[in-house]
């Protein structure tokens, strides 16, 4: 991989991921260190990924290397997926409102509401007993 890249860091629920572009690649997508087809094991969340790249139809003209940590399955996608679209925009700004269209430089920010006190969870209440 080239020395220039561009970096975009993207976040979901509990995970972070930092994304690398590197320009004039080859197609290669590395995720922690393993291969993208390796590290991610559902169906389907591969193409959910590389949605930013799709909708500019530049599916292989980057190298990308990735770092994600925390969270679970889906919030790591999440993140790599908007990591993806911010470090496109740090390469090229022109492609914003076509990101924005397919919902992809948006943060999710919906996160697991805290346990209250009395409730056994955020909303779930203690079974009531009348005696």
Known sequence: MSAQYY?????????????????????????????????????????????????????????????????????QRDAIRLGIARALLKLDPEVKPTLRQYDLVTRDARVKERKKPGLKRARKAPTYTKR
Do not use: C
């Open 7 to 75: 970096e975009g860091i993207g976040r979901r629920k509990e995970s972070s991921a930092r994304v690398r572009l590197f320009p004039g690649g080859t197609g290669k997508f590395v995720i922690n260190d393993k291969d993208a087809n390796e590290y991610i094991s559902r169906e389907g969340d591969l193409d959910i990924i590389l949605q930013p790249l799709r909708v500019l139809s530049q599916e292989r003209a980057y190298d990308i290397s990735v770092h994600v940590s925390g969270g679970g399955v889906t919030g």
